[in-house]
């Protein structure tokens, strides 16, 4: 009897094979920086994007032309990767992030889910499904900063929930495909409209509404070629949205609106790496990727006098950087930007008079000529420990005065400039 006992506790108490594995991951994030100027930002001015202008005061001095400070963890990551059993003779893997960062216009410092996604790999191809890096993001080429931003707005910066196919002919080459929705990082339209007079509309909102609104998701495909140190690649996007979902006639009635606005943008990356040395270049030519964080947007073309219905035409821009990192324990870089806003496709509809012109102009600042950006940085990496200096000048061209309805652009110009110098420390495990 003890015999047969032992037999059958050892038998309980052998390890059964895994399906699965699970492995955590994160690390705690501090960041400290000193900002001369205001700007467009998220995340209590973590996520800083440019300079804003809000005008001169009574003296000429910038409004924003303020130094302000801050210290922050909210990007402080915890995320979860799973390796799941054979489905369908597919290798299975899931990977589930958050961070502290919340909405990070509108309540910051709670949590957030940043990726929710599943892999099906086979031998030659994957399927992700969830929510992940908007293939504009480019896999491994993205700039090497201190900064959260990461970039931006030089280098596209979205996570949005998708469908992607890979297949990979050969061991160089990638073939991509992807439907993509929007869902934190958004497009503008018109939330109220109650006449068609641009006092009288509402519409520097952002919502995913306006992308679902239009029945068709974000369409991207994409090539890439890995060879030794080597990564090329290119892709393009074709992006709808409704604006609005009705009119107001003369009769101060509405009237459903149906018109859409089409938007195809284009990208075009590389990177090299070679022991110490990593060298990365990326640039983006597209209308109105503001759910990318790339200034722009678009604008009314034209307008029915007996319904309201209105016809719009995309602002086209054109943004790059370049980004040198050499260096292993001790680390230097250097990320120099530059963007342009080359105007609208067509002519603006007049709102006003010949003399003083109004338009209706839906984005994230469109009124801005072009950007650069100068970041050098020095890290020290010590085992799991991340520590960066960096220092960046961001500097603005808005456009003032009146606008040219023919492109949307302005006459005349005034720079904000922005010098930023921050300390981050990642701790990572």
Not at 274 to 279: G, H, L, Q, R, Y
């Amino acid at each position: 009897m003890f015999l047969v006992l032992s037999s059958l506790a050892t038998m309980s108490q052998e390890a059964k094979p895994k399906t699965s594995s699970v492995e955590f991951y994160g690390f705690v994030r501090f960041e400290s920086y000193f900002d001369s100027y205001k700007g467009l930002n998220a995340a209590n001015e973590q996520f800083f994007i440019v300079p804003l202008y809000a005008g001169v005061d009574a003296n000429g001095k910038h409004i924003n032309e303020t130094p302000t400070y801050n210290f922050s963890s909210m990007a402080t990551r915890l995320g979860v990767r799973v390796s799941g059993p054979e489905i369908l003779k597919a290798k299975t893997s899931a990977n589930i992030e958050a961070d502290f960062a919340g909405d990070l216009l509108n309540n910051p410092a709670m949590l957030r889910v940043r990726q929710a996604n599943a892999v099906f790999s086979w031998t030659k191809s994957s399927l992700l499904v969830g929510q992940t890096w908007h293939p504009f993001w480019s896999g491994k080429v993205f700039p090497t900063v201190g900064g959260l931003n990461t970039g931006a707005p030089f280098q596209p910066f979205n996570r949005s929930p998708q469908i992607r196919y890979d297949y990979r002919p050969s061991s160089k080459f990638i073939l991509s495909a992807a439907m993509v929705s929007e869902f934190q990082y958004k497009s503008y339209g018109f939330s109220k409209i109650d006449a068609m007079d641009p006092k009288l509309m509402t519409y520097s909102d952002k919502s995913e509404c306006y992308n679902r609104n239009a029945a068709v998701p974000e369409m991207i495909a994409n090539v890439e070629m890995n060879s030794g140190g080597f990564t090329i690649g290119a892709g393009s996007s074709l992006k709808y949205i409704k604006p609005t979902l009705y009119t107001v006639g003369q009769d101060t009635k509405k009237y459903v609106s149906d018109e859409l606005l089409q938007s195809l943008s284009f990208v075009g990356y590389s990177q090299y790496v070679k022991s110490k040395f990593t060298i990365k270049a990326k640039a983006v030519l597209g209308q109105n990727m503001t759910h990318l964080n790339i200034p722009g947007g678009y604008g009314v073309k034209s307008v029915d006098p007996t319904t309201g219905a209105m016809t719009y035409t995309p602002y086209n821009s054109m943004t790059s950087f370049v980004n040198a990192v050499y260096g292993a324990k001790y680390q230097v870089g250097i990320l120099v930007g530059y963007m342009k806003n080359l105007g609208t496709k067509d002519a603006l509809y007049n709102f006003g008079t010949e003399a003083i012109p109004s338009t209706v102009t839906p984005g994230l600042l469109p009124n801005i000529a072009s950007v650069y950006r100068v970041a050098p940085s020095f890290a020290l990496n010590i085992s799991k420990l991340r520590l960066v200096l960096e220092y960046e000048l961001t500097s603005a061209k808005y456009g003032t005065g009146s606008i040219d309805i023919k492109d949307g652009l302005y006459g005349s110009a005034v720079n904000a400039t922005n010098n930023r110098a921050q300390l981050m420390m990642m701790y990572s495990f």
